[in-house]
T-cell receptor
Framework: DSGVTQTPKHLITATGQRVTLRCSPR?????VYWYQQSLDQGLQFLIQ???????AKGNILERFSAQQFPDLHSELNLSSLELGDSALYFC????????????????FGDGTRLSIL | DAKTTQPPSMDCAEGRAANLPCNHS???????VYWYRQIHSQGPQYIIH???NNETNEMASLIITEDRKSSTLILPHATLRDTAVYYC????????????FGKGTKLSVKP
């Protein structure tokens, strides 16, 4: 058990819809990262938040957004869903996240499997 | 971040040591070597990381060559539950954001 909690585990919805994925980081971790894993793309970094602020951005579509709340949990919002958005979405957390000489590893949750019909 | 090269697949007999190699010939001085594994479709699991010294924890050992251009992850007594995709990642100390996952090595532990 990594200590990172993601809900829901499975989500089935239709094209054009909007969904919200939730992540609770490990106790004490200030950084939250979101990754997408599809069959043809492998694990791709989407976005990182550190203590409530956006810290780094990867290949995140404009239809996707995220935020980190004061209690450090994070949500990933996916809108105008397309068939190609079907994937596993992972959240990871780490104690650090941008400070020099901080090499704390990221710990991953078990993901949300999103299926678009 | 430096790129890594790993064999696409390896087999190991149950109870034997599994030695997973990784080449990172363009690694720079402030880049750490991280190892993760992913069992089926579960979330990637952190295994170990190091800079230049060999490292050992309860899961595995990490051997980094003196020139740091390659490393080996050692699972001392592989079990069937160690069957997974193993990812070697190099990452700048203190870097923000992403871990760059390649295709990894699919390790199959066989009875």
């Amino acid at each position: 058990d990594s200590g990172v909690t993601q809900t829901p585990k499975h989500l089935i919805t239709a094209t054009g819809q909007r969904v919200t994925l939730r992540c609770s980081p490990r106790s004490g971790d200030l950084s939250v990262y979101w990754y997408q894993q599809s069959l043809d793309q492998g694990l791709q970094f989407l976005i990182q938040y550190y203590n409530g602020e956006e810290r780094a951005k990867g290949n995140i579509l404009e239809r996707f957004s995220a935020q980190q709340f004061p209690d450090l949990h994070s949500e990933l919002n996916l809108s105008s869903l397309e068939l190609g958005d079907s994937a596993l979405y992972f959240c990871a957390s780490s104690a650090s996240g941008g400070h020099p000489r901080s090499n704390q590893p990221q710990h991953f949750g078990d993901g949300t499997r999103l299926s678009i019909l | 971040d430096a790129k890594t090269t790993q064999p696409p697949s390896m087999d190991c007999a149950e109870g034997r040591a599994a030695n997973l190699p990784c080449n990172h010939s363009t690694i720079s001085g402030n880049e750490y070597v991280y190892w993760y594994r992913q069992i089926h479709s579960q979330g990637p699991q952190y295994i170990i990381h190091g800079l230049k010294n060999n490292e050992t924890n309860e899961m595995a050992s990490l051997i980094i060559t003196e020139d740091r251009k390659s490393s080996t992850l050692i699972l001392p007594h592989a079990t069937l539950r160690d069957t997974a995709v193993y990812y070697c990642i190099v990452r700048v100390d203190g870097s923000q954001g992403n871990l760059i996952f390649g295709k990894g090595t699919k390790l199959s532990v066989k009875p």
